[in-house]
């Protein structure tokens, strides 16, 4: 499975040349352990910071993750990150019933944010596969009217079994390579 990921990302890399992709997303949702796939890492890893901002570079494609567990209260660091990123993936934990209002707030906030308004935009709904309620229900309630006039896309994905991250990495690949 390492090989067949690697091998995609070596092919991705080489078309995105030097794209920046912030992926955010509330607490425990799965970003690290997204970027450890892409990477054969480890996704056993657990952060206890209220911040974490980690660049990972493979060859041409730079994903920068930037995780804060209060949006509101980090926003001096906000304003050096955000600045020059090609696209955004945000991430959801579909089974966090009690963040999930939250994190479709703060989701809304950055579609609002000025040097965000024009990138493309990958939604994971991380940990799908045990999610029982209705995928349509839950796109229905992420209110994706704010995403009216960008090029986005919702891809599920299990980040701990490397299910449908690379699907929405395609997409989010060719979309950037279409803007270029």
Same mark, same amino acid.
């Given at each position: 499975?390492?090989?067949?990921? !690697?091998?995609? @990302? &070596? ?11 912030? @992926? ?9 352990? %997204?970027? =450890? ?7 056993? !890893? ?11 570079? =493979?060859?041409?494609? !730079? ?6 567990? =209060? ?29 999930? =209002?939250?994190?479709?707030? %703060? ?6 944010? !000025?040097?965000?308004?024009? %990138? ?15 995928? &349509? ?27 449908? %991250? ?15």
């Amino acid at each position: 499975m390492g090989n067949s990921v !690697t091998n995609l @990302m &070596d092919s991705l890399s080489r078309k995105a040349s030097n794209h920046k992709i912030l @992926m955010l997303g509330m607490p425990a949702v799965g970003k690290t352990t %997204i970027l =450890y796939q892409l990477n054969s890492e480890d996704p056993n !890893t657990e952060f206890l910071s209220d911040v974490q901002l980690k660049n990972i570079v =493979y060859k041409n494609l !730079t994903f920068t993750i930037f995780d804060i567990f =209060y949006f509101n209260s980090q926003r001096r660091i906000w304003q050096t990150v955000r600045k020059n990123q090609n696209a955004l993936i945000y991430v959801f934990d579909v089974n966090d019933d009690v963040r999930f =209002y939250e994190a479709k707030e %703060i989701f809304h906030s950055l579609l609002k944010e !000025t040097e965000l308004k024009e %990138i493309p935009v990958l939604i994971f709904l991380n940990k799908i596969d045990g999610y029982l309620g209705n995928v &349509d229900e839950l796109i229905q309630r992420i209110d994706l009217e704010a995403l009216k006039g960008r090029k986005w896309m919702i891809q599920p994905t299990n980040a701990l079994k490397n299910k449908g %991250i690379m699907e929405g990495l395609e997409w989010l690949i060719k979309t950037l390579q279409n803007l270029d």
